[in-house]
């Protein structure tokens, strides 16, 4: 199957002025050398920590922001070099989901109002585009009353739902959603995640979906790339990244993750320091400074993404570092944790919680 999207060689800087209208003084390495596919009906995640350019990757995508260099192809065609006017009319096949569910709609408009905009804007369901905007709330789950609603009157999760509806509203074909869930409550999250997943099934839409929650990302995603300092450093399908991880950097992410298990616990991998200022990347491998096991040729030489049955890592040293290994916990807190459980079990007939 060819990509509905291809990305190669993405870069963005922005450059530093001393003031106003001065000289260029440095410029922010914010995304460097990035190249990734997507498939039609696919989910291809970004994950990393906060600052390493996952968010600026999903503005360039959709030419928000335009490339230092680099090109996006979506379907064939070069977005980067598409005159305005046709990467306006290309725009429907390519949405945005926003972090803020408030922020990202208008207060001062109602529900339909945000829902026929991108219809009237694209000449879409002329003569009937009320009717077009209840069956978008309903296709996300909410009541065709709510149309005459204002943003303020809705819970984050249904701000989130509409914001969804506007996206599906020009029908697009791929969609970038940036952080879609982060600043929802957990208990709304899944249903959020569920609905987004749902809505791919119905609807074929491929996805880049940009996260620094790797338990969210394992749930929906199908591809991950780990990114650190505007690079990705590891590259896979979702169950060989989780089951075998190959870069340390993706090594330590994955040991943060809390194992929902009593009995079970993991050997955590620590990150010392902080991550390194972008306007100065170290030289060689970013993540050195940061990482336990580097060596003198980490400091000399980039290290190229390594691809090997379909699994691909930037690190010299990949097949030396093996991952923290989860490990059963000690026999005391296994027999501590039966006895609790014991202790809380409800006796005779009938006994239970409703």
Known sequence: MSALLR??????HFPIHQ?????QTAVVHAVDGLSFEVGAGETMALVGESGCGKSTVGRLVLRLLDATAGKVWFDGEDL???????????????QMIFQDPYSSLNPRMTVQQTLVEPLA?????????RERAAELLDLVGLAPQYLQRYPHEFSGGQRQRIGIARALAVEPRLIVCDEPVSALDVSIQA??????????RRLGLAYVFIAHDLAVVKHIASHVAVMYLGQIVEYADKRSLFAQPRHP???ALLSAIPIPEPGIQRERALLQGDVPNPINPPSGCRFRTRCPHA???CAQEVPSLRTLQGHGVACH??????APPVIAAPAVMNERLRRLQEAFRPHGAGAGFQ
């Open 295 to 297: 060596r003198e040729r």
């Open 19 to 23: 003031h106003l209208f001065g000289r």
């Open 317 to 322: 040293f990949w097949e030396d570092i093996v």
């Open 7 to 12: 990305v190669e060689n993405l870069v963005k």
């Open 191 to 200: 249903q959020v995640v569920n609905l987004l997943q749902d809505l791919q």
């Open 80 to 94: 980067m070099a598409l005159a305005p006017e046709r990467m306006r009319a290309k725009r429907r096949e390519l």
């Open 121 to 129: 804007l694209h000449g879409l369901a002329r003569g009937r585009q």
């Open 249 to 251: 950097y993706t090594q």
